[in-house]
């Protein structure tokens, strides 16, 4: 009962027929054609089991990021597959081990299988190597790190992964959730594989509901050990990727220009709208994923409760985070052109 149920981004606003949802971190640009027309093709076979083992997802997987895709384990949505982690690898008296803002979810995990949940303090909103280490007791039996991080936008080097791995006793699992990987462009990022193929208790998780904007099918991956994969295998449920899932996430893969156009938009995008709203003297998060987190002032008519309250009157909704533990703040999701242009226009209204 300690649980307070996730609350998604709202999807619909009272006196708002159409509406600009920037609430979910949802691709910006909708799941590629081809993805869809997989998926109204496996229509046609919905009286039949998927694959239990997901093979030609996993296969196409393997072969688009160079992966051994026997070590790959398919869930619905990264959600699924952290759940699993979770499930399988601590319980009652564990200790996990999570940054401070970090991805809601794992404290749910954490609470779920009746293990103790430990906040490591972030440092300028990100990810801090040394305070997660300082975090581990004796009882900490998993890790979990957001990179880069939902709702802050920030991440931390493929160094610093390193180092957070070489700081951690074997017998604890890190699990690097790279859920926005695709639209990074840095090369100091790293998702984390080279970490799994190092063989030390690592696992990265992936998502298709960001980049290939594919949410609403629910489909994820881990990238495990070989024992790791073992026991994913024999905790999931047996059809736990959906039929129509498995065909669009391959047809989706298959798409490579339309990926490389998702993360142009955003590159576009993502930096155009951060400058937009900065104008307005809000402080916006540097952010490398496709969404920022905004800053208001504390004082009534522009904290961050009336900019929900304004911006829902136009039919915008932005994502709250006072759940993650920043009130002041509000999160919004590149959208396209329109959309990004909409809500830039009301935030500068709302400050004037
Ligand atoms: C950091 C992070 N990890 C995992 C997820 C879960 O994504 P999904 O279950 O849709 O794959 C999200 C979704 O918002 C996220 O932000």
């Not at 982690?85 to 009746?114: K, N």
């Not at 931390?156 to 006793?169: H, K, P, Q, T, Y």
């Not at 990265?204 to 070989?226: D, I």
């Not at 905790?235 to 142009?264: I, K, T």
């Amino acid at each position: 009962m300690d649980i307070t149920p996730y609350m998604p981004g709202k999807s619909s606003l009272i006196n708002h027929q159409t509406i600009i949802k920037l609430s979910s971190n949802e691709g910006a640009l909708g799941p590629s054609p081809n993805a869809i027309k997989a998926y109204l093709r496996a229509a046609n076979s919905l009286h039949r089991y998927p694959d239990g083992g997901s093979n030609d997802l996993r296969e196409a997987i393997g072969a688009r990021h160079g992966l051994d895709a026997s070590r790959i384990v398919c869930g619905a949505g990264s959600d699924e597959v952290l759940y699993l982690l979770g499930r399988s690898f601590a319980g009652p008296g564990d200790e996990i081990v999570f940054h401070e803002h970090a991805f809601i979810v794992y404290r749910l995990i954490a609470l779920g299988i009746g293990a103790t949940p430990v906040k490591a303090p972030e440092v300028n909103l990100t990810a801090n190597v040394d305070s997660i280490l300082n975090a581990v007791s004796e009882r900490t039996r998993m890790v979990f790190i957001a990179n880069p991080n939902n709702p802050t936008g920030s991440y931390i080097s493929a160094d610093e992964l390193n180092r957070l791995r070489a700081g951690l006793r074997e017998d604890i699992l890190l699990v690097v959730d790279s859920a926005y990987a695709e639209y990074i462009a840095r090369n100091d990022y790293s998702a984390g594989a080279e970490l799994v193929d190092a063989g030390v208790n690592t696992v990265m998780t992936r998502t298709f509901s960001k980049a290939y904007a594919l949410g609403g099918v629910r489909l994820g991956w881990a990238y495990c050990p070989h024992g790791v994969a073992d026991v994913l295998n024999r905790v999931r449920g047996p059809f736990n990727v959906s039929l129509p899932a498995q065909a669009a996430g391959v047809a989706a893969l298959e798409d490579v220009s339309f990926l490389a156009m998702s993360r142009d938009h955003n590159s576009a995008w993502l930096p155009w709208l951060s400058e937009q709203i900065r104008t307005t003297e809000l402080t916006v998060y540097p952010s490398v994923a496709n969404f920022v987190l905004v800053e208001f002032p504390n004082d009534a008519g522009h904290d961050a409760i009336a900019a929900i309250a304004f911006l829902n009157d136009r039919g915008i909704i932005p994502r709250e985070t006072t759940s993650h533990g920043l009130p002041g703040c509000i999160r919004i999701t590149i959208g396209t052109e329109a959309e990004n242009r909409a809500i830039a226009t009301a935030l500068s209204e709302f400050m004037s």
